[in-house]
Antibody, heavy 121, light 108 residues
């Protein structure tokens, strides 16, 4: 079935980097974009950015520009999100989500299970 | 950036109630709006896209309406499994693709 499976929980110190993976299966990876969304404890959803799995084009939220990099590996149908210079307020669950394309007006129809990233000294 | 304001942020309702959640956009977004349901510890689930189109597999008690700047999500008869937090999301222009602040639906 169509699914996105993310890597496991991470604990990082302030100033470190984290790289979260998101492996797709059950569909043609390069036919859809992937967005990353995070959710701080008890808070709402925050869109972080988007990557085209077709050509690698990216679009990042302005507040994360310079700290975030999204990439894909089409040979393994995996998307990656790297966040650098981590701060305590980066502590959150990080989700990858498939953009459903024009048919769904770009809505996110498939989500990964989430990866908890904890930033603590 | 386009801001989305959901109301109410919290509502208490009983099984069988009709529930309506509103999402207002700071500028017109045509029908580029989606609704998601999120249960504790789980990823969000797409309910409605293009403001009013029900995602495959979603029960017909859920419906969406609106265009431009004002949108609603209605649950015609609240079921026990519907107690969750609901988010709207605009897909008209980015970056960023903004979400509303969420509406938590709890059991009265």
């Amino acid at each position: 079935q169509v699914q996105l499976v993310q890597s496991g929980a991470e604990v990082k110190k302030p100033g470190a980097s984290v790289k979260v993976s998101c492996k797709a299966s059950g569909y043609t990876f390069t036919s859809y974009g992937i967005s990353w969304v995070r959710q701080a404890p008890g808070q709402g959803l925050e869109w972080m950015g988007w990557i085209s799995a077709y050509n690698g084009n990216t679009n990042y939220a302005q507040k994360l520009q310079g700290r975030v990099t999204m990439t894909t590996d089409t040979s393994t149908s995996t998307a990656y999100m790297e966040l650098r210079s981590l701060r305590s307020d980066d502590t959150a669950v990080y989700y990858c989500a498939r953009e459903g394309g024009l048919l769904l007006s770009g809505a996110f129809d498939i989500w990964g299970q989430g990866t908890m990233v904890t930033v603590s000294s | 950036d386009i801001q989305l304001t959901q109301s109410p942020s919290f509502l208490s309702a009983s099984v069988g109630d009709r529930v309506t959640i509103t999402c207002r956009a700071s500028q017109g977004i045509s029908s580029y709006l989606a609704w998601y349901q999120q249960k504790p510890g789980k990823a969000p689930k797409l309910l409605i896209y293009a403001a009013s189109t029900l995602q495959s597999g979603v029960p017909s008690r859920f419906s969406g309406s609106g265009s431009g700047t004002e949108f609603t999500l209605t649950i015609s008869s609240l079921q026990p499994e519907d107690f969750a937090t609901y988010y709207c999301q605009q897909l008209n222009s980015y970056p960023p693709l903004t979400f509303g602040g969420g509406t938590k639906v709890e059991i009265k």
